[in-house]
C-alpha cells in the first residue's frame, strides 16, 4: 500500500508564491508517475501537473501558464509543487497522486493512489 501525504496549503495574498509537497510512503517502488489535481468549491477535479518516475519528463494544465514549477527529490518519493504569481481562481484543494504504470496522463481515473488534500487559499 502507498500512502500519499500533501503539505504547503495555507491562505496566500494574490500574487505570492507556495511550495507544495507530497511524501509516498509504504510500498513505494511501483510508483511511476505522480501528479497534481485540484479541486476547486462547486467544481470537478481539474489536472494541474504531472511528473514521471525518472523526473525526466513533465505536463502542466494549460492554465498554469508558466507559474507552476513540479519537481521531485533525488530518492524520488517526494514531489514539490511550486506555485508562483498565484491568483484567487487557483484556491482549491490540492491533491497529489501516483499511480504504477507509465503513461503521463492527465486523468483522475488513471491514478490508483491518493492523498487527502491540502488547501490552497488565495485572496484578491
Known amino acids: 500500500q502507498v500512502h500519499l501525504v500533501e503539505f504547503g496549503g495555507g491562505l496566500v495574498q494574490s500574487g505570492d508564491s507556495l511550495r507544495l509537497s507530497c511524501t509516498a510512503s509504504g510500498h513505494t517502488r511501483p510508483i511511476q508517475d505522480m501528479a497534481w489535481f485540484r479541486q476547486a468549491p462547486g467544481k470537478g477535479r481539474e489536472f494541474v501537473a504531472l511528473?514521471?518516475?525518472?523526473?525526466?519528463?513533465?505536463e502542466y494544465s494549460p492554465f498554469v501558464g508558466g507559474r507552476f514549477t513540479i519537481s521531485k527529490d533525488a530518492a524520488k518519493t517526494t514531489t514539490f509543487l511550486q506555485m508562483d504569481s498565484l491568483k484567487p481562481e487557483d484556491t482549491a484543494l490540492y491533491s497529489c497522486?501516483?499511480?504504477?504504470?507509465?503513461?503521463?496522463?492527465?486523468?483522475?481515473?488513471?491514478?490508483?493512489?491518493w492523498g487527502q488534500g491540502t488547501q490552497v487559499t488565495v485572496s484578491s
Open positions: 497522486a501516483a499511480n504504477d504504470y507509465y503513461k503521463l496522463s492527465s486523468r483522475a481515473s488513471d491514478y490508483r493512489w
Open positions: 511528473i514521471s518516475w525518472s523526473g525526466s519528463s513533465t
